[in-house]
């Protein structure tokens, strides 16, 4: 499986970006997905993520009721909505894969994309 995010870019506070994941390859209805960020200077750390045919969510505090995950298995395509935006939602997002489903681990995904960066200001 082949990932490419993209959809970053410069925001104010309290703006809206919406971040997408194009997967290439066979069987992408069978991958957990994930988006992760990092930003400078610290870990990569999970934002959200949800099972192969996207029945079951999960999200990292800090980004819930702000942040939507979504998949489209007919397109091969991933979402992530990002809405009220906040200077420490900076960061690279990435889009990633797991062989094994839904997991907020890192180490657990097999494939990544090669990120898009997320500038929010104040």
């Known amino acids: 499986v082949q990932l490419q995010a993209f959809g970053g870019g410069l925001v104010q506070a309290g703006g809206s970006l919406r971040l997408s994941c194009a997967a290439s390859?066979?069987?992408?209805?069978?991958?957990?997905m994930g988006w992760f960020r990092q930003a400078p200077g610290k870990e990569r750390e999970f934002v959200a993520g949800l099972s192969p045919m996207g029945d079951t969510i999960s999200y990292t505090d800090s980004v819930k009721g702000r942040f939507t995950i979504s998949r489209d298995n007919a397109k091969n395509m991933v979402y992530l909505q990002m809405n009220s935006l906040k200077t420490e939602d900076t960061a690279v997002y990435y889009c990633?894969?797991?062989?094994?489903?839904?997991?907020?681990?890192?180490?657990?995904?097999?494939?990544w994309g090669q990120g898009t960066e997320v500038t929010v200001s104040s």
């Open positions: 390859g066979r069987a992408f209805s069978s991958y957990g």
């Open positions: 990633a894969a797991s062989r094994r489903g839904l997991y907020r681990i890192r180490a657990f995904y097999d494939y």
